[in-house]
């Protein structure tokens, strides 16, 4: 089933920040996974504050996505994303094809 990582961003030093967005998305890939939102503009319709930056990204498996997360690869930008950014990360399992609530 497939996993979701959603990020609320907040960048915080541009120089940093451009960095990780260069060194992240090879890590993902590698990790099986791949970008369905990457801050694109979007809209609060209800709650809030809203989020300065969202992204989405989909893996296979939430084994993958923590695997991602707390692998080699991702280490250097994950250190780099301490000061590059302020962030909320959620890992969220889909549902299942088939799904009678679907």
Do not use: C, N
């Not at 961003?9 to 120089?15: A, H, S, T």
């Not at 709650?47 to 080699?72: H, R, T």
């Not at 780099?80 to 959620?90: M, N, Q, T, V």
């Amino acid at each position: 089933m497939a996993a979701y990582v959603i990020s609320e961003i907040e960048p915080r030093d541009p120089v940093l920040f451009e960095r990780y967005r260069a060194l992240a998305p090879a890590t993902i890939a590698k990790h099986g996974g791949r970008y369905l939102v990457r801050g694109g503009a979007s809209e609060v319709v209800e709650g809030g504050p809203p989020a300065k930056m969202i992204v989405v990204l989909e893996f296979p498996s939430m084994a993958q996505a923590k695997a991602w997360y707390d692998s080699a690869d991702y280490a250097e930008p994950r250190k780099i994303s301490k000061d590059a950014l302020r962030r909320r990360l959620i890992f969220i399992e889909g549902v299942a094809f088939g799904y009678a609530g679907s």
